[in-house]
């Protein structure tokens, strides 16, 4: 069992960059994989990026590899979305998510979520 809160979205210019928080806490989500997924209107939720909390390795969908970075802060109880290069087919609601063990690519296998937080990209 997790809880999730993100924070961290607003309105940027296409080209800029943010950077999205979830708190993380618990009783142990170490061996948790965790992961940001996204939803824009009328959309279906997308898979964005995910983490090993414990190991650090990683996975991004191909739509964000070589802009987005997830990173995670063991002390601070924290994953992190850092997000470059932004577009405006970048805006979305975006949401943090755990699940034991291993990274997987589909939502329906999530099974904690946060309440998630709106980026906005200007073009």
């Known amino acids: 069992q997790v809880q999730l809160v993100e924070s961290g979205g607003r309105l940027v210019q296409a080209g800029g960059s943010l950077r999205l928080s979830c708190a993380v806490s618990?009783?142990?989500?170490?061996?948790?994989?965790m992961a940001w997924f996204r939803q824009a209107p009328g959309k279906e939720r997308e898979f964005v990026a995910a983490?090993?909390?414990?190991?650090?390795?990683?996975q991004y969908a191909d739509s964000v590899k070589g802009r987005f970075t997830i990173s995670r802060d063991n002390a601070k109880s924290t994953l992190y979305l850092q997000m470059n290069s932004l577009k405006p087919e970048d805006t979305a609601v975006y949401y943090c998510?755990?699940?034991?063990?291993?990274?997987?690519?589909?939502?329906?296998?999530?099974?904690?979520w946060g309440q998630g937080t709106q980026v906005t990209v200007s073009s």
């Open positions: 983490i090993y909390w414990s190991g650090g390795g990683t």
């Open positions: 998510a755990a699940r034991p063990w291993l990274i997987m690519t589909l939502g329906s296998e999530y099974r904690n």
């Open positions: 618990g009783r142990t989500f170490s061996e948790f994989a």
